[in-house]
């Protein structure tokens, strides 16, 4: 009964032509935001790479140097893309591309994307998860909005009801008939989507990746669908229903992000980048607990010549600058920890509103859950930032201790040469496993399935209701 | 007309007792007001900050003119080593400039959430301090914010066509047009009159919302700058008002029941407000990509290091930035002279991928500015953002100045520091100061009024095709 119900809803849909036209345009912007990713990952990661590369031998041909002078000179790090960054952009507008690391200092990523971009970007940028949580839901809606509304209208609900028919058969049908609809339209692009993944240079990696988003964006759409079928068996007309449904699609994926955005903004304010830095500044200079690092260093100097049984620096079978240098660096890492642990545990805060916000929008949490897919996260590329930021302290502590066991007191002129350059590994992102990521996204998977089993739920009890208004 | 008043009064009853319509209203009251009062939030958070941010600047710079004044009072022993320009200009100084927030700043935060409203200006390449960015959670950014902007661009359009979509498809299905008409009431008379109580309500509703929003954002009340700002306000937002109440009386025309109306405006929107700014967005950075950040990077690199090899020797004895490591005998203004000379090697080097960021940045903004008038929405946000001083032309201008402030400033140390001059006492009240040049009126009026008179045109074509099509419209 069920298949017949859908039979009969599909080829209804199909003849109609209600959704036509925005059927048309989903499927033009689909298809343009998945073959413009393609363009966009195969430039960019190439850009990306061969910048690594040259950043890497810059840094293994500088010559013979002072292992201080290398580390002031340093590399950078570059955020690598993968073949499903340009599927779902997430923030990767908003954040830097790559990062200095050179002795002394953190450094922020920099080159944001969005800071060569116009104004209009700002209504949303082009892509295939854009396109997906934007008007999917609108196209369900445009879908779905009459399966029972209008028949009642019509006067065909009580025929039907009068049939036999159950009435959660009938609301299964009609779900049924209603997604085979939508999968003509978007299933051979998602398809196409897929394979083109596949044949992306590294994409068969985040095969995985790329089917769970799949999944998210079917349940996002199956959300949409009973809820408008629920609103649909409870209102009176047709004309009833979209509205209530237009209503709910703008006010939870165009209202709840920006309230979410602007209540965070009040509840966990971020410290400005001035009063940031100035708070570095003053605890670099008199350190963390009050013990300033000039403090620190005399007492080291005395501890080691006690431990070498020293009068002088000079004395000592060691580089002691080597030695400062190290733990200038340990003293001014403790800091950057606390402030950026500090700043980290707000945006932690921050993100942790919008995941509460979600339960309102099945918009957000979709999306949460595909910028985690897509590896253009907040948290990952948090992730980027700090792998990084660990690279730079070992590579720092490896110019130091060459400085340290290979070069005399007061040897300024002391060169290593591209022996020691070539003794450090190149740095490479290690991204999170799609274990992990799946791990981390539970709150925004809840959220999806609670709206999930909700929407079926008052699908089931508004068909229920339908049946003993009538009877 | 015959009719008109009647139909006009009888409208104006039904719309006063009817709860849907004051529901909507009333929500958009609210989520203006709510709106306003978040945007006001931001700007005066920002305006404390940008207020605040030279004090300690400040501060440092008469400290270090006093202790001059006082080597100068009594001349014992060495200068003090902040008499050294290059010290000062290359290694202790800066200056921040400011883009103070103008009227109307809190109905649109535009751009200011991605383009800086501050600069740290050095005596170094102005590259140093330009890529420094505020902080903030990119979440939040990507999602934007709830300002009085956003409700009008993407919110009022709704609310507009949740009140019309249905105005004249509806008095057909329950057949009171036919009546109407049968009573001698003239099918313009009847159009007219029932969007005309219609507008009405809007209009005093908007004008409501936003006087409510200004008495709620503004400290200064008898500004004409800022009432000049509302007036260009509430035009645009009149004109996309019109605009929405416009198309919704074209598709009505069409003669479609109500529920395939409610559709073919559902649709509309989301093409005016979703589909084609993504498009023009697309259009935008594919004809004229900004060249690669990530190419600038390494170009600055090569640059810096080729300038560092030329000038190895010096450089090595100076400790490569350590300067006071290497004792009292090292000549701090070669020092200072040297690094003069490494920072405009790089910036010589990368000044040809410089100017090819700037013109392509220009070519895309007048790719964007032209294609702006394809959408009302894209017309309505940039023009909003216009009024606010919170659009991309303002930070273009803001950056423009800076950069001539920033020659300004380092040429005052870089010639002392190739002169081997030292600093006088005095010559510390010479140090140059930011102070911001507002934009002229004539520019705020040009990138409002242009796209105003866009949102004019496509309201005038959509109302001539509806009263043709009205002109034959069936009664029945």
Redesign the interface.
Known sequence: MILTVARKEFREIIRDGRIKWSALILAVMLVAALATAGQRFADISAERASAQEVVNMQFAAQGDKNPHAAAHYGLYAFKPVTPLSFFDTGVGSYTGVSIWLEAHNQNDAEGEPARDATAIARFGELTAAFTLQMLLPLLVILLAFPSFAGEREAGTLRQVLSMQVAPVQLLFGKALGAAAALSVFIGPILFLGLIGLVFAPGGLGYLGHGVVLVAVYIVYALIFLFLTLAVSANVKSAQAALVVMVGFWAVSSFVLPRAASDVSRLLYPTPSAVSFQANIDEAMQSGLDGVSPDTIVQQRQKQTLALYNAETVEELPINFQGMIFDLQEKLGNEVFDKFYGDLYAIFDQQTGLHQAFSIGSPRMATQLASMELSGTSLNQHLAFTSQAESYRRDLIEGMNRDITFNSEAGQADYRADSALWASIEPFEYQPASLGALLARLGPSFMVMFLWLALSIVAGVLAVRKVKVTLG | MKGFRSVFVQEWVILKHNSTWWAILGLLLV?TVLAAL?GS??TNQMAE?GGG?NQ?ELQTQMALQSAVARWEADPEGDPPSVASPGALGLSVLSH?TVLPPTPLAALSI??TD??PTYY?VTAHPALSFL????????????????DVA?VIV??LP?FIV?LTF?LMSKEKERGVLGLVLAHGVSKTAFIIAKGAARALLIFTLLLLVGLAAVVLTEPDLSSAAMWMRFGLWFLIVSLYAFFWFALALFVNSLNKP???N??IL??LW??F???I??????A???LYP?P???????EM??AT?VA??ESAESR?AF???HPE??GGDANADQFFLQVLATDSAVERAIEPLMEE?DAQ?QL??DV?DLL?YVSP??MA??AL?AVSGT??ERFTDFVDQVLAFHENWRGFFTSRIVKGSRMSAAEFDEIPSYAHQAMATRTILRSTLSPAAGLAIFVLILGIWSARRYARYPAV
Request: proline share 2%.
């Open positions: 989520l978040n939030a931001r900050m941010l300690s921040y535009g751009q991605v383009q740290k890529n420094e960015a505020e902080i903030q959670n990119p979440l939040n950014v990507l999602a934007g914010s709830f956003f993407f919110l709704i949740a249905d109500s529920v395939t409610g559709v559902a649709n989301l093409v407000v979703v589909v700014p993504a498009l023009v967005n697309v935008a950075t594919t900004a690669s950040r990530v190419e600038l990077t390494t690199r090569e290091e560092d090899q090595e400790f490569f930035d490591m290497v960021f940045a895309r903004q964007v702006q929405a894209i946000q940039n953002n659009g991309t």
